[in-house]
């Protein structure tokens, strides 16, 4: 054979050897796809089976959706917020009549009443309260809070970030925020009216300490004091009373030594008494005495020592 020959068999052999590979892996991918292709129409068909029921699902969220928009009412994103007096709940918006925050009506320019909300670090909207627009114009607009802020209530208020507005909110959402505002209301009642009680009972503690000092002063007395001060303010009351016990005791003692003195004077009185009359006996009973001689009974009789 010639050698081109030979080298066109060999050629031709391994173009069939590789075909024949060829074939098997395209025969397998076949497969393969067929199985694929299987499971789409089944997967297709129940899903085909399922569309109705998801139509009208998806049609019951859509109105439920177009209902709470509707509850929530127009709604303005991005609201860049300028205070102008925080502490009385008062700051100014950046939008206005441009973007249709008022609406004509038949009494003149009709103003809503604007529920905002500012976004927490987490980025969740946080409700802040609803505001009364005061005044507006093309592009920003005057608001005032409602409701008298609570103490330190406008101190939570970030103003560096944008806020978000609505002009409506669901009933039961706004009986809930009511519910809380009277639920805090009472609580910072109670607060307050137990902080006024803790002053009340501060205050008569201080003015008992104040008396129970005035008396420790007075029964310990003030050495600075005048001698014109009297003795009770100088010494003190316990100084005092202990003083006039000790002269008192002191009188006493001398009213006891002039009592036995007077007894014992007494004594001696009656014995002298007792003498002048067996004297006067004596003498009144005596039957030598001269006729018309006298004798004094009221003389008394005088002791010599």
Known sequence: MHLAGK???IFTLLLAVGAILLTAK?????????????????????????????????????????RTRLNWGRHWDGVQVVPRNLEAGQVTIGIGRNQKLSRPGENGEQLPLLHAFQPNDDGQMQYVGAFRVTQID???????????????????????????????????????IGELLLELTLIEQRMSDRELNLQIQ?????????????????????????????????LGLVEA????????DAALAEVQQLREELHDL???????????????SQLTGDADLPEGAEVSASRPVVETK
């Open 7 to 9: 080298i066109f068999a």
């Open 266 to 280: 007494y004594g001696r009185f009656e014995n002298l008494l007792a003498e002048n009359k067996d004297l006067e």
């Open 26 to 66: 395209t025969l397998d991918k076949q497969n393969e796809w067929n199985e694929r292709l299987d499971k789409a129409r089944e997967s297709y068909a129940s899903a085909a089976e399922k569309l109705p029921e998801v139509e009208e699902k998806a049609l019951e969220l859509r109105d439920e959706l177009t």
């Open 241 to 248: 009373l202990r003083n006039a016990e000790a002269n008192r």
């Open 138 to 176: 093309t592009t920003q607009a005057a608001l005032q809070l409602e409701r008298t802020p609570r103490e330190g209530e406008t101190a939570t208020w970030n103003v560096n970030r944008p806020w978000r507005f609505r002009d409506s909110m669901p009933a039961g959402k706004r009986a809930q």
């Open 202 to 234: 501060n205050k008569s503690v201080q003015a008992a300490q104040n008396m129970l000092d005035q008396r420790l002063a007075e029964l310990q007395g003030d050495e600075t004091l005048p001698e014109q001060a009297g003795e009770e303010y100088r």
